[in-house]
């Protein structure tokens, strides 16, 4: 728990909860430093650093490529992004269903 908290105080920019809660997840399974280099790729690119879907997974999945795990802004290079992607995913969709379960309930 202790590592968790500290994951939640390194995303304080972002501001949803939830958002904050994919990227502390991601954060937990791959690392926090390979999430701000795809932050860092993200703001590159023209994408929103403190959104998660459609934003900051497409490039920590592109983190495998040699064309971004090489690029200025990455500092961590190479991560194979499809671990944090489907953990997140899965997390996630998880969540939603206990939520949808506790509603019914």
Known sequence: ?????????????????????????????????????????????????????NHVEQWILKKSQKEYYTDEVVKYGYCRGTEPFKYVTEIMDRYNQYKLFIQEN
């Open 1 to 53: 728990m202790k590592y968790l908290d500290e994951l939640q105080d390194k995303f304080s920019t972002v501001t949803d909860s939830t958002e904050k809660l994919k990227f502390v997840l991601a954060s937990y399974n791959v690392g926090p430093n390979h999430v701000e280099d795809a932050r860092r790729l993200a703001v590159k690119y023209g994408d929103d650093e403190n959104t998660w879907n």
